[in-house]
C-alpha cells in the first residue's frame, strides 16, 4: 500500500472516531501546557490526525492526494527502496517540528489548542516544489493559464503565510504552516545530502537557475 495512502486511511479514521467522541478529541489535541506541564509529548502527533470537521479534513487530505503520491514516487527515486521510508519519516516528524514555534510562543496559554495535518501536508507541499520547482501550481479555482513555476507559488505562499501570522487572528495556524513548509524543504536538503546519489540542492538550484536564465 502507498504510504500516502496509508497516512491518509489512518488520519481519516482517527478523525472520524474523535467527531463522535469528545474525550479522545480532548486527549488527542495540541494542548501547550499538557506538554509543558504533564509531559504529554505525544500530542505534537497525534494532533495531526484529528480535525475540526469534515471540511477541514477533506481539504487537507485532499491536498496530500494531489501531492503526496508524487512525493513518494520522487523519494523512491532519489533514495531508494529506503525513500517509502524516509517519506513517512519526514511526514511524521513534520508533525512535531512544525509546531515548536506555537508551542515556545503558548507554553502556558490555556486558551490556545491547534489540530490538523496542514503543517505536514505544507512538508509535502514543498517537498514537492523542491523536486520539481519549474511545475507550474496555483489554486484549484484560478483557470490554468494563471499558474506560476512552483518555486514562485512557494515564496509567495510564505509571505502571504508570514504576513497573516503576524496579522493574528482567525483559527488558522499560519505558523505551523511556514514551519511545515521549511522543514519539509530542509529534511531533503540534509537527507539528500547523505542518503541519496543525487545532489538534490543542486539539481534544485540547477532548474531555478536555467529558468531564469531563459527570461
Same mark, same amino acid.
Not at 69 to 95: C, R
Not at 142 to 156: A, E, Y
Given at each position: #500500500?502507498p504510504?500516502?495512502?496509508f497516512?491518509i486511511?489512518?488520519?481519516?479514521l /482517527?478523525s472520524?472516531v474523535?467527531?463522535? @467522541?469528545?474525550?479522545?478529541f480532548d486527549?488527542?489535541i *495540541?494542548?501547550?501546557? =499538557?506538554?509543558?506541564?504533564q509531559?504529554?509529548?505525544?500530542?505534537?502527533?497525534?494532533?495531526?490526525f484529528i480535525?475540526? @470537521?469534515y471540511?477541514?479534513?477533506?481539504f487537507?487530505?485532499y =491536498?496530500?492526494? +494531489?501531492f503526496?503520491?508524487? /512525493?513518494?514516487e520522487q *523519494?523512491?527515486s =532519489?533514495f531508494?527502496?529506503?525513500?517509502k521510508w524516509l517519506?513517512?519519516? #519526514?511526514?511524521?516528524?513534520?508533525l512535531?517540528?512544525?509546531?515548536?514555534?506555537?508551542y515556545?510562543k @503558548?507554553?502556558?496559554?490555556y486558551?490556545?489548542?491547534?489540530?490538523?495535518?496542514?503543517?505536514?501536508?505544507?512538508a509535502v507541499?514543498? =517537498?514537492? +516544489?523542491f523536486f520539481?520547482p519549474?511545475r507550474r501550481?496555483?489554486?484549484v *479555482? $484560478?483557470?490554468?493559464?494563471?499558474?506560476?513555476?512552483g518555486?514562485v507559488?512557494?515564496i509567495?505562499?510564505?509571505v502571504?503565510?508570514s504576513y #497573516?501570522?503576524?496579522?493574528?487572528?482567525?483559527n +488558522?495556524?499560519?505558523?505551523?504552516h511556514?514551519?511545515?513548509?521549511?522543514?519539509g524543504?530542509s529534511?531533503?536538503?540534509?537527507?539528500?545530502? *547523505? $542518503?541519496?546519489n543525487?545532489?538534490? $540542492?543542486q539539481?534544485f538550484?540547477?532548474?531555478?537557475?536555467?529558468? +531564469?536564465?531563459s527570461?
Amino acid at each position: #500500500m502507498p504510504i500516502t495512502l496509508f497516512i491518509i486511511i489512518v488520519t481519516c479514521l /482517527v478523525s472520524f472516531v474523535a467527531f463522535n @467522541n469528545q474525550k479522545i478529541f480532548d486527549d488527542l489535541i *495540541f494542548f501547550p501546557p =499538557a506538554i509543558a506541564n504533564q509531559k504529554q509529548y505525544y500530542r505534537f502527533f497525534t494532533c495531526g490526525f484529528i480535525h475540526a @470537521n469534515y471540511m477541514h479534513l477533506g481539504f487537507n487530505m485532499y =491536498a496530500l492526494w +494531489i501531492f503526496g503520491g508524487a /512525493v513518494e514516487e520522487q *523519494f523512491l527515486s =532519489a533514495f531508494g527502496e529506503k525513500g517509502k521510508w524516509l517519506y513517512l519519516l #519526514m511526514y511524521i516528524s513534520a508533525l512535531f517540528f512544525c509546531l515548536l514555534p506555537t508551542y515556545s510562543k @503558548n507554553k502556558e496559554n490555556y486558551h490556545y489548542q491547534s489540530l490538523g495535518a496542514s503543517g505536514a501536508v505544507s512538508a509535502v507541499v514543498f =517537498a514537492y +516544489i523542491f523536486f520539481d520547482p519549474l511545475r507550474r501550481l496555483g489554486l484549484v *479555482f $484560478l483557470p490554468q493559464n494563471m499558474m506560476i513555476p512552483g518555486f514562485v507559488f512557494g515564496i509567495l505562499y510564505l509571505v502571504i503565510s508570514s504576513y #497573516m501570522d503576524k496579522k493574528g487572528g482567525g483559527n +488558522i495556524n499560519h505558523s505551523a504552516h511556514i514551519f511545515g513548509a521549511l522543514y519539509g524543504v530542509s529534511f531533503l536538503i540534509v537527507t539528500g545530502s *547523505f $542518503l541519496s546519489n543525487y545532489n538534490l $540542492l543542486q539539481d534544485f538550484v540547477q532548474k531555478i537557475h536555467s529558468f +531564469i536564465s531563459s527570461l
